[in-house]
């Protein structure tokens, strides 16, 4: 059997076609067109009034704390599950991140445990959609206006999703997406950031830029980054974009398939297809090891890769990254939900590109591991 891969990209739209105009054109660096009609064309469809497009997902984050002004002495409230890339420019700016344990089966940061870790120096809250399914917003986003706290949305695994019909990446004061190849649209490496105030759209737009002055081009007044976005990456975009209800449709059949087949494994937790507020649209497909199987996630993922399937374990909370442990950061805390996530979690192939086929041969094995 052939390796069936953790995630591969569908690119059979008008992505070669878009290309080829980047080429014919000689538009190739940030200032093509392409880059303004992608910002225009994606924060409208997750109906928000500004965009700026940058180079990854990680820079979005950036681009959101710094412009948000967090620094030394604020507090901003975060999972410990979730990806490193939310936690950096919290952590680099010297301002201190407080965690948050998950839900056991939506896997989000649980939002009943916030308030208690609400004090007088918490500045935001950066909530962390996780694996398809958003995070229970309107209960959070009550306690930002309860608390007078900004709100960083974090939609790279959502694109596409709602909470309560109403968009993922539309609720941030600002709201930031990644556009890495397994996520829900690519541009090969991208990010954005979503707002609909004017003037922090403009900040964003200068940190993405060195913070080249509007006036004095090479006087800057504040540290940026070079965070562009070249016409080529968006280029893809455009043509993505146009393709991400599809992507959609195609994320929840392969989530649905898998959960018709899977369901026969008792011993696995498998994603929730839906809750109140939201139907799962799978960014991944991860699956839990109850405690039944004697085997960790560790050892079924060996055993999946010797049978020529990808795998990904899930996140390392945020509170056991030994990067983070240095800095003293997390002494003595634990969060029981996230580290039994890390330790019988992992995820299996849900790129766009499987078809029925390659998703029975996933199953098959999996029952073979998993029934042993
Ligand atoms: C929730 C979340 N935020 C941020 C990122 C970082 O995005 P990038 O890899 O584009 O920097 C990822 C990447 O997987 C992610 O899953």
């Known amino acids: 059997m052939n390796f069936i891969p953790v995630n591969e990209p569908l690119l059979e739209g008008n992505e070669k076609k878009y290309l080829n105009e980047c080429i014919d054109t000689g538009w190739i660096s940030s200032d093509g067109p392409f880059v303004k ?3 225009k064309e994606f924060s409208s469809k997750l109906g928000r009034k500004y965009g700026v497009a940058v180079s990854n997902g990680t820079a ?3 681009i959101a704390v710094q412009c948000l002004e967090i620094g030394v002495g604020d507090e901003v409230i975060i999972p410990s599950f979730t990806i490193i890339s939310t936690i950096l420019q919290i952590v680099r700016s010297g301002a201190k991140p407080v965690l948050i344990d998950s839900d056991p089966l939506t896997w989000n940061m649980n939002v009943d445990h916030i308030e208690a870790k609400i004090t007088s120096n918490t500045k935001a809250i950066l909530a962390v959609h996780i694996y398809g399914l958003p995070v229970e917003m309107e209960d959070l986003i009550n306690l930002c206006r309860k608390y007078n706290l900004k709100l960083i949305e974090d939609a790279a695994e959502v694109i596409g999703q709602t909470y309560r019909s109403i968009s993922c990446g539309s609720f941030g004061d600002i709201s930031t997406v ?4 397994n996520k829900h649209i690519t541009t090969g490496e991208g990010g954005m950031v979503l707002t609909d105030d004017k003037t922090l759209a403009e900040k964003c737009r200068k940190l993405r830029n060195l913070y080249f002055d509007d006036n004095n081009r090479f006087v800057h007044t504040k540290l940026g980054w070079n965070y562009r ?14 393709q991400l209800d599809f992507f959609i449709k195609k994320k929840r059949y392969i989530g649905k398939l898998y959960n018709e087949k899977l369901s026969e494994l008792k011993s696995l937790q498998l994603p929730l ?3 109140d507020y939201a139907t799962n649209i799978y960014w991944v497909y991860g699956v839990i090891l109850k405690p039944e199987i004697k085997l960790s996630a560790k050892e079924v993922m060996k055993k999946l890769l010797d049978n020529g399937i990808g795998c990904r374990p899930f996140f390392y909370p945020m509170h056991l990254q030994p990067v983070l442990k240095k800095l003293n950061l997390f002494d003595n805390q634990h969060y029981p939900v996230a580290e039994n996530l890390y330790e019988r979690g992992f995820y299996i192939p849900s790129g766009l590109s499987l078809d029925k086929k390659k998703i029975s041969s996933v199953v098959d094995v999996l029952f073979k591991i998993v029934k042993k």
Do not use: C
């Not at 990644?178 to 190849?181: A, G, H, K, V």
């Not at 976005?229 to 146009?242: D, F, K, R, Y």
């Open 273 to 275: 297809d839906k809750t």
């Open 37 to 39: 009609r992608f910002e």
């Open 229 to 242: 976005m070249s016409n080529l990456q968006a280029a893809v975009g455009v043509a993505q974009l146009e």
């Open 178 to 181: 990644s556009f890495y190849p």
């Open 60 to 62: 979005a984050i950036d």
